[in-house]
């Protein structure tokens, strides 16, 4: 998970913790997060996404933060306080289909151009994050094929 298009000194994004660090480490993620799920709020796009969420969504907001916290090379938040998961099963329930996980993806993207996250950092992370969306849609409809 090397980028050769990093150009300064710090280690390449995917290396032990540098994309962590690069996100801003636990508060940069949550800042993120929060403008992540306020978009979700916003956005016309995202309706049906948002619509998958609990009204309260602090719950929602931890989760994810420290998922991506262990996600990213830092320290595994999310195994620490809530034990292992895996990314498809958990989302297995939810209706995720093109729309939803383009939504979701969108989110993401306008959350880091809003924070000024550097070019490099975006494309980079919103190509691994492109990766765990595919699959989690993939079996999600898979399973909402085999319940009808
Ligand atoms: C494909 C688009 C996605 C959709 C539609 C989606 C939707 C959801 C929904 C509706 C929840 C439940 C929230 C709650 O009950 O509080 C959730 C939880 C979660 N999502 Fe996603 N998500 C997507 C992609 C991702 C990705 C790419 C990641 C990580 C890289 C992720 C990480 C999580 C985590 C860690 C949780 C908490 C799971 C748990 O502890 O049960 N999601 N997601």
Known sequence: MTDSTQHDTAPAYGTGDATYQAAGGIEGITALVDRFYALMGTLP?????????????????????????????????????FGPITIPEAHKHFPVDM????????CMERALIELDYPEAFRRYLMKQLAVPAEVIRARAEMEARNRS
Do not use: C, I, V
């Not at 796009?45 to 948002?50: G, K």
């Not at 729309?99 to 969108?106: I, M, N, R």
């Open 45 to 81: 796009e995202a309706a049906t996404l948002r619509a998958m969420h609990p009204e309260d969504l602090s719950g929602s907001k931890r989760k994810l933060a420290y998922f991506l916290s262990g996600w990213m090379g830092g320290p595994k938040l999310s195994k620490e306080h």
């Open 99 to 106: 729309q939803s996980k383009e939504a979701w993806l969108l």
